[in-house]
Nanobody, 122 residues
């Protein structure tokens, strides 16, 4: 089992910045992919940004140039630096991890954090 704990959400004015952190604990051979998703009220959960164990990143078009995902493999922690925030970024942000539990097991398992609220005022 893996536990993910997010922190860093809050209230910020438009144009401001926040940095989200997600720490992972538990038994894992490799965190093959870590990502941030967001979910606004009444809308489906959507991918914001993802990063692989090799450091490859991908972003939603709406956040390119404003958000940066990074990870510290030694600490099993993923970060999301959010700059130039907009009111439409308001949502609950969820950390996601895709995990292999042993080198001999090829199946990966998905884990989610509890979410952290980000509110951007205009």
């Amino acid at each position: 089992q893996v536990q993910l704990v997010e922190s860093g959400g809050g209230l910020v004015q438009a144009g401001g910045s926040l940095r989200l952190s997600c720490g992972a604990s538990g038994s894992a051979f490799r965190f093959t992919r870590m990502a941030w998703y967001y979910q606004a009220p009444g809308k489906p959960r959507e991918l914001v940004a993802a990063i692989t164990s090799g450091g490859s990143t991908s972003y939603a078009d709406s956040v390119k140039g404003r958000f940066t995902i990074s990870r510290d493999n030694a600490k099993n922690t993923v970060y999301l630096q959010m700059n130039n925030l907009k009111p439409e970024d308001t949502a609950v942000y969820y950390c996601h991890a895709r995990v292999r539990h042993s080198p001999s097991e090829l199946i990966s398992y998905d884990y989610w954090g509890q979410g952290t609220q980000v509110t951007v005022s205009s």
